[in-house]
């Protein structure tokens, strides 16, 4: 993760192919229209953007097909050089978790990633099959730590018996993963852009933070600095309609990426 942010740029697009968005770009709300945005997003992106994060939800909802396309994202993404890392929150305990696990971490799978986000909501140990495979096979996990949606606040920073909030505990199982790492860790939390400064938390987990939230949501990158302090560094941005909504023109998408990569890239300077 490290060298792509270095090499490519720290950014993570997004490709959120929801009713809305296909309709902008003149396509249907079908698996032609999933198909044809999603290949449209991986040719035109794959050999510039460090981190694709295809959203699972949107293509499970066309059934076996939709999955089909994902697949064949997964796979096309990669051979063109960027890490995928499957937005899909899993999160189960036991037999079950490893099966989602297997799902995203296995490489005899068929959506085998690179990383893949997780829901800690069981607690922290259910998580524990995700992430053996994870370190078995060298992938990453990104858990859900404080994210950028209002609601989540009154589970992550819930206050538990021993006066910590539940958001610092994950955060706290993280750098513990991520001991010794060097560059970076493998193991990720998201933390969203939008929640102002969050100096009461200790973000030094020496592994990456997934920032959503950063366009659309209303978040820019000149907020970074403020946000994540001195773990700024470690930051993958990401941006979904912001880019998006430039398409389905190639070279738009291109540049809306280059655009995001350098204001990024100023506001950590």
């Avoid at 794959?46 to 994202?73: D, I, M, Y």
């Avoid at 513990?176 to 939008?194: D, H, I, K, R, Y």
């Avoid at 309609?241 to 738009?252: F, I, M, S, T, W």
Wanted: glycine share 12%; hydrophobic share 45%.
């Amino acid at each position: 993760m490290r060298r792509a942010m270095d090499e490519r740029g720290p950014l993570c697009v997004g490709i959120d192919p929801h009713a809305a968005l296909l309709a902008d770009w003149g396509l249907n709300d079908d698996v032609a229209g999933l198909a044809r945005f999603t290949r449209t997003v991986v040719e035109a992106l794959g050999e510039s953007a460090a981190v694709f994060k295809p959203q699972s939800a949107f293509f499970e909802r066309f059934g076996s097909r939709g999955l089909a396309v994902l697949e064949t994202a997964v796979v096309e993404a990669r051979e063109r050089g960027a890490l995928v890392l499957m937005d899909a929150k899993r999160g189960d305990i036991g037999s079950t978790m490893a099966a989602y696990a297997a799902t995203y971490l296995d490489p005899a799978s068929p959506l085998f990633s690179d990383a893949v986000t997780v829901s800690p909501f069981l607690g922290y140990g259910s998580l524990r099959p995700a992430v053996d495979l994870a370190r078995e096979n060298g992938c990453g996990l990104f858990t859900l730590a404080l994210t950028s949606n209002p609601e989540g606040q009154e589970v992550q920073r819930a206050v538990r018996a021993d006066g910590s909030t539940v958001a610092a505990t994950m955060l706290g199982h993280l750098a513990a993963e991520n001991a010794g790492a060097e560059p970076l860790g493998s193991f990720g939390a998201v933390v969203g852009a939008t929640l102002g400064d969050l100096s009461s938390f200790d973000l030094a987990i020496n592994g990456p933070l997934l920032a959503p939230g950063i366009g659309a949501q209303g978040a820019t990158p000149a907020d970074l600095p403020t946000v994540f302090g001195d773990a700024v560094y470690n930051v993958l941005p990401s941006v979904s309609r912001g880019v998006l909504r430039h398409g389905p023109d190639a070279a738009a998408l291109r540049a809306a990426v280059d655009r995001f990569t350098g204001e990024v890239r100023t506001a950590l300077a």
